[in-house]
Structure formats: C-alpha cells, structure tokens
Nanobody, 126 residues
Framework: QVQLVESGGGLVQAGGSLRLSCAAS????????MGWFRQAPGKERDFVAA????????YYTDSMKGRFTISRDNAKNTVYLQINDLKPEDTAVYYCAASRPDRSSPLRVTGRYDYWGQGTQVTVSS
C-alpha cells in the first residue's frame, strides 16, 4: 500500500523556519515527480513546489520563490520543504504528492498527482 506521510509542521512565530518532510513507502518511486501543495481554511489547494526524480529540476509558484526550498533524498524515499521567514499567510495544511513521470498535466495541477499524503498543519503566529 502506497503511503506518503508528512511531518514537521507545527506552531511557529512569524520570521521562523520549518522543514517539512514527506516519507514515501509502498512502491518504487523511480522517475516520479514529487510536489508540495498547501490549503488554507476555506481556500483551494495551491501548488507550492515540485521536484524531478534526480532533483536537478525544481519548480515553484512565483510568489514562493526565495523562501521555499524543495529537495529530496531518494535513498530515504523522502522529500523536504524548507520554509524560511514564515508569515501568517503561510498558515495552511501542507500536503505532499507523487506524480508518475508520464503525466502530461502541468505540475501545478492537483489532478496530475497519483498519490497524496494526509497533510501536516503549519500555523504561523504574528
């Protein structure tokens, strides 16, 4: 059974940092793209970042370039999202997702992804 399990969320003051982790298990993820999305209360699930299998290509929503860094360790089947200079508007549930490499939809589209984690809550206080 495929599982993506996020961790690392929590309550943090504005200006702080967090590193979210997503551990994947249950199948081989060779070639898969991994992505991070977030969903604030009452809002749609928004694309944050994605990374190719080798880690050589990363993709970000323009507004999140600079404070967010996605990385992966394939030996550990884990993808990370480093978030610096956290702001109250970053408060959301953060989800990781896995996409087969042959999907044609853009990486920012939720429908592209085959597997999702349950999410981890990030709350930023002002």
């Amino acid at each position: 059974q495929v599982q993506l399990v996020e961790s690392g969320g929590g309550l943090v003051q504005a200006g702080g940092s967090l590193r979210l982790s997503c551990a994947a298990s249950g199948r081989t993820f060779t070639g898969y793209y991994m992505g991070w999305f977030r969903q604030a209360p009452g809002k749609e699930r928004d694309f944050v970042a994605a990374i190719s299998w080798t880690g050589g290509n990363t993709y970000y929503t323009d507004s999140m370039k600079g404070r967010f860094t996605i990385s992966r360790d394939n030996a550990k089947n884990t993808v990370y999202l480093q978030i610096n200079d956290l702001k109250p508007e970053d408060t959301a549930v953060y989800y990781c997702a896995a996409s087969r490499p042959d999907r044609s939809s853009p990486l920012r589209v939720t429908g592209r992804y085959d597997y999702w984690g349950q999410g981890t809550q990030v709350t930023v206080s002002s």
